[in-house]
């Protein structure tokens, strides 16, 4: 059986976000560490031939995650439109990426990581070019379904 690292090795904010959603938030833990397991690193494993690692909306380039979350037209467009900045590698780590609306301190994080994990889904799992609407959307409906979570957060 594989062994997990313990949740204190992580760093601050996943050690908050890891009590909210999930015990451990594999998928942004493997951003975070550089692991995720997009085309471009299957290939460089040696378990995926080179011409089924590429981007299927960016032709020629290769499916990194720094390519999924900073470089993709299709990403790059979502978050335009939601005014999400992400500067140089910040998609790794999620508590540093800036968005136009001020969110409180305690939501900010799960909120930007929902928005990135739909993003992630619909590209690479259910390949669809997902609009801003549909995004936040989503986020809304994961964040309605976790809302208990957020009622000591209100006012």
């Not at 951003?31 to 032709?59: F, I, M, Q, V």
């Not at 790059?76 to 780590?93: A, E, N, P, Y």
């Not at 799992?125 to 609009?131: A, K, V």
């Amino acid at each position: 059986m594989a062994k997990v690292r313990p949740i204190l090795l992580w760093p601050k904010p996943f050690q908050r976000f890891s009590h909210t959603v999930y015990k451990i938030p594999a998928p942004f833990a493997l951003l975070y560490h550089g692991r995720l397991n997009t085309r471009a690193h299957l290939y460089h494993r040696h378990t995926k031939p080179l011409d089924e690692s590429w981007c299927e909306r960016c032709h020629g380039v290769l499916e990194t995650d720094e390519h999924i979350f900073n470089g993709c037209s299709t990403v790059l467009g979502v978050l335009g439109r939601l005014h999400i900045c992400i500067k140089g590698d910040s998609f790794r780590r999620s508590w540093k990426i800036v968005m136009a609306t001020a969110l409180p301190e305690a939501v900010h994080v799960d909120m930007i990581l929902l928005i990135l994990w739909h993003i992630w889904n619909g590209l690479i799992f259910e390949h669809q070019d997902l609009s801003p609407v549909d995004v936040l959307r989503k986020t809304l409906k994961d964040i309605n379904a976790w809302s208990y979570r957020y009622k000591k957060l209100q006012a």
